[in-house]
């Protein structure tokens, strides 16, 4: 049996932005459902199989739906068993962030009884664990602001033009300032000579061709061109698994000289051998933080 939907079902920890997701996915053509209890997930699609509605379809589930690490599996199972493309997407988020958000939006957390925010949070963690480590589609949503996880998650599902299907996410860090939560490899470039102990490449980042120059200069270009042969073995592989998001994250001790060159670089690699969509984020390079797709 062959189906006639594509499915994203959307869950995580609540205040990491399911809502917002589920709106930039309905701004592109899905036909979207929130706080849909997953013991319902086989009636919206016989509902919407005999409505002759088909297309793309995306589900929000939450604690605020009774989730349960069964019933959830079983509502996947079901849709699966009739032909129909799932994917589980799993949203996360710092606790310090989450306890802000709510703060903002004077929003209650639904697990909230007689405790507090902070154990709340943690109640929901551990119960949704299990769920988290089987999901191959994590979006750490801690640095996004709302238009920036709408563009996020915009960019993982939208078809464009039939090309790749699959969106690799470079992310530059400082390990000083922790490592991204949402990576799936992480490399560590501090080997390569620091452009901060020299006094006139400093105030300058890994965008400026002094300090692009110095890093290649001092190993950067091998470097390249090792991650290069790894990441043209492995990503063809992640998509054959049926990923659609792929985080790269370099990281030296400030997330401004070299792991910015190096990320950018190995974004350019990316792109022009079309081994997907590709984004390049540079977390922790300060005031000059920004997002480019190539």
């Given at each position: 049996?062959v189906?006639?939907h ?5 869950t995580g920890?609540s205040g990491?932005g399911?809502?917002?997701a589920?709106r ?7 036909f979207c459902v929130?706080n849909l209890?997953?013991s ?5 699609h016989d509902?919407l199989?005999e409505s002759g509605d088909?297309g793309?379809v995306?589900?929000g589930?939450?604690?605020r739906?009774?989730?349960l690490l069964?019933?959830l599996?079983?509502?996947?199972g079901?849709?699966e068993?009739?032909?129909e ?8 988020c710092?606790?310090r962030?989450l306890i802000r958000r ?9 697990l909230?009884?007689d405790g507090?925010?902070?154990?709340s949070i943690?109640?929901e963690r551990?119960?949704l664990?299990?769920l ?9 949503t801690?640095?996004?602001?709302l238009?920036?996880l ?6 993982i599902f939208?078809?464009?033009?039939g090309g790749?299907r699959?969106v690799?996410?470079?992310v ?7 490592i991204p939560?949402?990576?799936?490899y ?7 000579a ?8 400093r105030p300058q ?8 120059d110095?890093v ?5 270009d091998e470097?390249v061109e090792?991650?290069d042969?790894?990441?043209q ?5 992640h998509?054959?698994?049926g990923r659609?998001l792929v985080?790269?994250?370099?990281g030296?001790?400030?997330g ?7 990320a950018?670089?190995?974004?350019a690699?990316?792109?022009?051998q079309s081994?997907?969509r ?9 005031e ?7």
């Amino acid at each position: 049996m062959v189906g006639s939907h594509k499915w994203v079902v959307v869950t995580g920890i609540s205040g990491s932005g399911r809502t917002t997701a589920l709106r930039a996915l309905e701004d592109i053509g899905y036909f979207c459902v929130d706080n849909l209890p997953a013991s319902l997930v086989a009636a919206l699609h016989d509902t919407l199989t005999e409505s002759g509605d088909e297309g793309l379809v995306a589900v929000g589930i939450g604690v605020r739906g009774g989730i349960l690490l069964d019933d959830l599996e079983a509502a996947i199972g079901v849709l699966e068993g009739r032909g129909e493309r799932v994917e589980l997407v799993f949203l996360d988020c710092a606790d310090r962030v989450l306890i802000r958000r709510f703060a903002e939006t004077r929003r209650r957390h639904p697990l909230l009884r007689d405790g507090t925010l902070s154990e709340s949070i943690a109640q929901e963690r551990l119960a949704l664990l299990p769920l988290r480590e089987r999901t191959l589609q994590l979006i750490d949503t801690t640095d996004f602001n709302l238009h920036e996880l709408k563009r996020h998650v915009q960019r993982i599902f939208a078809t464009v033009d039939g090309g790749p299907r699959l969106v690799v996410s470079v992310v530059s860090f400082g390990f000083k300032y922790g490592i991204p939560r949402e990576a799936d490899y992480i490399f560590d470039v501090r080997f390569l000579a620091n452009p901060y102990f020299i006094q006139q490449l400093r105030p300058q980042t890994g965008l400026d061709a002094a300090v692009r120059d110095h890093v290649f200069d001092h190993g950067g270009d091998e470097l390249v061109e090792r991650l290069d042969a790894l990441i043209q073995w492995a990503l063809p592989r992640h998509a054959d698994e049926g990923r659609t998001l792929v985080t790269l994250a370099l990281g030296c001790t400030g997330g401004r000289h070299r792991s910015v060159a190096i990320a950018e670089a190995i974004g350019a690699r990316i792109a022009a051998q079309s081994l997907g969509r590709v984004t390049v984020r540079h977390r922790d390079i300060g005031e000059l933080a920004g997002q480019d797709e190539r």
